[in-house]
């Protein structure tokens, strides 16, 4: 498929989820293709996201797990924890990882630039080392990076692609931002035993998903021992002879902390790119709209995963990295439903949904109507925890369809899987009432809401 008039049919910059996927599709379509990575591959996610971080939560249940174990008749002596063990397993399977992704381009015969790329025009890339290449389709691939606010000593702080190798657990440890990243990181931090305190610029936590949802993970995080700080950012971090920072809070005074941990957002990450020689679109965060082919502004530049204007989630990445490669090399037209995307929150407990909050169902259908199950689940009984979890599902009250699904509680991502889709195939509340429960477990309280 090759053409003699460029070096490649497709040069992929970025060897993230969405990239490595595209690359490797479009190879088996016949075109010859080159991947530039300027990190290491994988992406965010195997890297320095949800990968290690979900093995940094299970790292962290121990901790209630082995004190619950007492319950059950086992005696656990001689508890101790070694941070360096837990952080130095996590970054080995993140070798492993790498490898992996590695070893699928090269089983693709995928070219490898291990070194920064950016765009001279509609087909040129320049190589950090001043190679030029061209290539007839270019896809942009290189995710979003987190964003620091403006505040002295903003550089004694760190962000979560930093967290995965601190060369010691902090006892005391500040997170500014109230988003998914902010509050898992908060909830290993804490059952790990360090000192945690939230500190956001407004009164929320976890925009977007379900109030009720925010509202109990707030009381429970709260009792775990977590510390809240709301509508006060920080307005200053001063590295201190001894080591220690102090942070000094909008309207407060200051105190002391180990690490400061930046988790206000991630920005795509176009900066350099060079994106305006092509004539590529930006919009006001540096993201790059794309049609729904994940065509830029530039007919031959394609864009897909967190550098677009579109949902930031890697199996997201993953799917669009698919269609446009079978779209514009395999000559299978794909397009990407971005309807009831289901989302979790890995923190402790965490929570998922997949639909419509009530709020967003009662302002697009106006007559809804909610259930809820709020109960205690089996395994915090003998812990003596009197956590409970929330289930609630929303309802189209003229046709009686599943709109939305939010859970909280003890294993709710890995149930919510199957219940989205049910809420993607429009399932109905009669339907859900017919299912025979799966007894004794919580999953059954999604059949038995009257």
Same mark, same amino acid.
């Given at each position: 498929?090759?053409?003699?008039?460029?070096?490649?049919?497709?040069? $992929?910059?970025?060897?993230?989820?969405?990239?490595?996927?595209?690359?490797?599709?479009?190879?088996?379509?016949?075109?010859?293709?080159?991947?530039?990575?300027?990190?290491?591959?994988?992406?965010?996610?195997?890297?320095?996201?949800?990968?290690?971080?979900?093995?940094? @939560?299970?790292?962290?249940?121990?901790?209630?797990?082995?004190?619950?174990?007492? %319950?059950?008749?086992?005696?656990?002596?001689?508890?101790?924890?070694?941070?360096?063990?837990?952080?130095?397993?996590?970054?080995?399977?993140?070798?492993?990882?790498?490898?992996?992704?590695?070893?699928?381009?090269?089983?693709?015969?995928?070219?490898?630039?291990?070194?920064?790329?950016?765009?001279?025009?509609?087909?040129?890339?320049?190589?950090?080392?001043?190679?030029?290449?061209?290539?007839?389709?270019?896809? @942009?691939? @290189?995710?979003?990076?987190?964003?620091?606010?403006?505040?002295?000593?903003?550089?004694?702080?760190?962000?979560?692609?930093?967290?995965?190798?601190?060369?010691?657990?902090?006892?005391?440890? $500040?997170?500014?931002?109230?988003?998914?990243?902010?509050?898992?990181?908060?909830?290993?931090?804490?059952?790990?035993?360090?000192?945690?305190?939230? @500190?956001?610029?407004?009164?929320?936590?976890?925009?977007?998903?379900?109030?009720?949802?925010?509202?109990?993970?707030? *009381?429970?995080?709260?009792?775990?021992?977590?510390?809240?700080?709301?509508?006060?950012?920080?307005?200053?971090?001063?590295?201190?002879?001894?080591?220690?920072?102090?942070?000094?809070?909008?309207? %407060?005074?200051?105190?002391?902390?180990?690490?400061?941990?930046i988790a206000t957002g991630r920005k795509p990450k176009t900066d350099g790119l060079g994106l305006e020689t092509a004539g590529v679109a930006l919009g006001e965060?540096?993201?790059?709209?794309?049609?729904?082919?994940?065509?830029?502004?530039?007919?031959?530049?394609?864009?897909?995963?967190?550098?677009?204007?579109?949902?930031?989630?890697?199996?997201?990445?993953?799917?669009?990295?698919?269609?446009?490669?079978?779209?514009?090399?395999?000559?299978?037209?794909?397009?990407?439903?971005?309807?009831?995307?289901?989302?979790?929150?890995?923190?402790?407990?965490?929570?998922?949904?997949?639909?419509?909050?009530?709020? *967003?169902?009662?302002?697009?259908?106006?007559?809804?109507?909610?259930?809820?199950?709020?109960?205690?689940?089996?395994?915090? $009984?003998?812990?003596?925890?009197?956590?409970?979890?929330?289930?609630?599902?929303?309802?189209?009250?003229?046709?009686?369809?599943?709109?939305?699904?939010?859970?909280?509680?003890?294993?709710?991502?890995?149930?919510?899987?199957?219940? +989205?889709?049910?809420?993607?195939?429009?399932?109905?509340?009669?339907?859900?009432?017919?299912?025979? +429960?799966? %007894?004794?477990?919580?999953?059954?309280?999604?059949?038995?809401?009257?």
């Open positions: 498929m090759a053409t003699d008039n460029y070096d490649y049919d497709l040069f $992929v910059i970025g060897a993230g989820s969405g990239g490595v996927r595209a690359s490797r599709v479009a190879a088996a379509h016949g075109a010859r293709v080159a991947v530039a990575e300027e990190h290491r591959v994988g992406g965010t996610c195997v890297i320095r996201g949800c990968v290690p971080k979900k093995l940094l @939560v299970y790292g962290s249940h121990f901790a209630e797990e082995l004190q619950d174990a007492a %319950h059950y008749g086992w005696t656990v002596q001689g508890m101790q924890f070694d941070w360096n063990v837990l952080r130095d397993t996590v970054l080995r399977d993140v070798d492993r990882l790498n490898g992996l992704y590695t070893q699928t381009l090269e089983n693709n015969h995928v070219e490898r630039f291990l070194e920064r790329a950016t765009i001279t025009g509609p087909h040129g890339i320049r190589l950090a080392s001043g190679r030029e290449l061209t290539a007839k389709v270019i896809l @942009v691939a @290189v995710g979003a990076w987190p964003v620091l606010p403006a505040f002295e000593g903003v550089e004694h702080c760190i962000t979560s692609n930093e967290v995965f190798h601190l060369p010691e657990l902090p006892r005391r440890v $500040v997170i500014q931002g109230a988003g998914y990243i902010a509050l898992e990181f908060a909830g290993i931090f804490n059952a790990l035993g360090s000192q945690v305190t939230v @500190v956001n610029r407004s009164d929320q936590i976890l925009r977007g998903y379900d109030e009720a949802l925010r509202d109990r993970l707030l *009381q429970i995080t709260m009792a775990r021992g977590i510390t809240y700080r709301f509508n006060c950012p920080i307005e200053k971090v001063v590295r201190q002879d001894n080591g220690a920072l102090s942070v000094t809070l909008c309207g %407060h005074d200051a105190f002391e902390a180990d690490c400061v941990l965060k540096g993201e790059i709209p794309v049609d729904e082919g994940n065509r830029t502004t530039c007919p031959s530049i394609y864009a897909v995963g967190d550098v677009t204007d579109r949902v930031q989630l890697t199996p997201v990445a993953i799917r669009e990295g698919q269609a446009f490669a079978d779209t514009v090399f395999g000559n299978k037209p794909q397009t990407i439903d971005y309807d009831c995307i289901p989302s979790a929150v890995f923190s402790q407990p965490p929570l998922a949904g997949v639909g419509l909050t009530e709020g *967003q169902a009662r302002n697009r259908y106006g007559n809804v109507k909610v259930y809820t199950s709020d109960f205690r689940p089996m395994k915090n $009984v003998f812990a003596e925890r009197m956590e409970r979890g929330l289930y609630k599902l929303v309802v189209d009250a003229q046709t009686d369809r599943v709109l939305g699904v939010h859970m909280i509680g003890p294993d709710s991502p890995e149930i919510l899987q199957a219940v +989205a889709i049910a809420v993607k195939a429009g399932l109905t509340k009669a339907q859900f009432d017919q299912t025979v +429960a799966l %007894h004794p477990s919580m999953a059954e309280e999604l059949v038995l809401m009257k």
